[in-house]
């Protein structure tokens, strides 16, 4: 297979599409963020690339608390919005049935069927963005979307954002279980 | 809606299903990642939360380089397996048409159609885990999944680690432009 080599960039799939919320100047605000892994295990952390300029910046270095939450595919209008248009501009604080958790500068999305409370631990300069490395303190699942104590992921439908092409997308079909498929067959 | 509150722990969808390619002991050496994010635009940085105990790790620190390949869906046995056996009992070195790019000791994956060659910037201990945080030197995408010299993600055909059910799928049906369907319309 020819392969074509490109500038480097940041490619990677699939992304998440997923809220963040932050508490500015006492109300709350949310950005959309693909820029966003898992971190470590014990302590639960996360991480968000953030330009260096965002206005949710600022909200999580004042409180250092925020939330992820984890949008429906239903909600792509309002997930999209949230990513073009900034808090300094446009108020988002009724956007969303906001509510609180355990962190009470961590704004929560009712509509999100999953959302994290978060901590602040690190925040890592690497140029263009910082990177807020966070720990997660509480998650909030919606009743509806667990299957025998577990959470089922197409009931959550969560979003995709698909670089490149700048599409959101939802989940597909199961391929195959993981830590199974691939297990050595013994004789 | 009536939300589930569990304790603290690593959720977030989608997660991508990496392979991380290393050299260790002058050979290449393959493992799965799902905790990878993008953390910043310039550089173009990822993140890999790695198992301190991990033999990829010893890899990255002794080279300072790896690789991120981002594998198809029909590859689905040979990504779990590289996840279910470490380096250090099981030579991986043959599982795969291995190939250089620019970087040396970042062994490139021939039949993943995205392959990205990382240099260590940072690693950051986070208890548990370490987060390596890595510059993207260069990317190759196989020719037939380009598109108008756009990547066409679904003629790479990524797969999806679903977390709590333990599942790999593919990515789904498009719903939506980004940038563009949450855009307030002029009247």
Known sequence: MAKISSKAKTILYPMPAVLVGSMIKGKPNFMTVAWC?????????ITLGLQKKRYTLWGILEYR??????????????????????GREQDKSNLFKVFFGK???????????????????KLIDLGSHDLVIAEIKEVLVDENCMENQNIDPYKVDPLI???????????????????????????
Chains 1, 2 share one sequence.
């Open 161 to 187: 954002y698909l670089t490149s092409i700048r599409k959101y997308s939802k989940i597909g079909s199961i391929v195959a279980d993981a830590f199974e498929v691939g297990k050595i067959k013994k004789q």
């Open 65 to 86: 608390e925020f939330s992820v939450n984890i949008p429906p595919s239903t909600l792509v209008e309002k997930v999209d919005f949230c990513g073009l248009y900034s």
């Open 103 to 121: 962190l009470k500068n961590a704004p929560l999305i009712e509509e999100c069927p999953i959302n994290l409370g978060c901590v602040l631990l």
């Open 37 to 45: 892994g898992i971190a470590s295990h014990e302590p639960p952390a």
